[in-house]
């Protein structure tokens, strides 16, 4: 069976600052990974998605995210946080029927 | 790009009545809907999957006679709430999938936010 763990329920960074959202995942084959944003009251957007590809992908507003096979990690980076990033990250595998299993999410604060 | 509109944004109903929310893909066909609740500072749980014209399939604790599914259209499906009570209160999410990505829902919609008094 699937599954992510996202290890941080709660980041805090300063603007300007790296901000790096854990993630690491269980998976019985080569798994789709997604990551997903969503701000307070609103629905989710993709951010990027790793679908056996570039290890390495790249994807909206400046986030990026690493697919480690040998640590079954897929982290999200971004070089510079900006106040308008804080919000909920989801971290996702995708299941062989194509359902969504969802990590429990985390808080990214941005601080001026 | 892909949109899903997804409406009421918010809505309060009574105890005892009945909530339809509508899940609509814009400007493509989805052949698979997904509808997912959200508890606060909670992640997401998968209620139930759809594809068009078929039954829909609920997870394992979600009650089918409560939670009506209809996707009776490639650019349509509704989630009822039947006899709706606080605990039901939650923010409901759908999204929906098409054939060029492998039936895997990509797109979102914006939430309901039901509250039932």
């Known amino acids: 069976a699937q599954s992510v763990t996202q290890l941080d329920s709660h980041v805090s960074v300063s603007e300007g600052t790296p901000v790096l959202l854990r993630c690491n995942y269980s998976s019985s084959y080569s798994p789709s990974l997604f990551w997903y944003v969503q701000h307070p009251n609103k629905g989710l957007q993709l951010l990027l998605k790793y679908t056996s590809a570039a290890t390495l992908v790249k994807g909206i507003n400046g986030f990026e995210a690493e697919f480690k096979k040998s640590e079954t990690s897929f982290h999200l980076t971004k070089p510079s946080a900006h106040m308008s990033d804080a919000a909920e990250y989801f971290c996702?595998?995708?299941?062989?029927?194509?359902?969504?299993?969802f990590g429990q999410g985390t808080e990214l604060s941005v601080k001026p | 790009g892909a949109v899903v509109s997804q409406h009421p944004s918010w809505v309060i109903c009574k105890s005892g009545t009945s909530v339809k929310i509508e899940c609509r893909s814009l400007?493509?066909?989805?052949?698979?809907m997904f509808w997912y609740r959200q508890f606060p500072k909670q992640s997401l749980m998968l209620m139930a999957t759809s594809n068009e014209g078929s039954k829909a399939t609920y997870e394992q604790g979600v009650e089918k006679d409560k939670f009506l599914i209809n996707h009776a259209s490639l650019t349509l499906s509704t989630l009822t709430v039947t006899s709706a009570h606080p605990e039901d209160s939650s923010f409901y999410i759908c999204?929906?999938?098409?054939?060029?990505?492998?039936?895997?829902?990509?797109?979102f919609g914006n939430g309901t936010r039901l509250t039932v008094t």
């Open positions: 996702v595998v995708s299941d062989e029927g194509g359902k969504l299993i």
């Open positions: 999204s929906a999938g098409t054939e060029s990505s492998y039936n895997s829902p990509l797109h």
């Open positions: 400007d493509f066909q989805a052949t698979t």
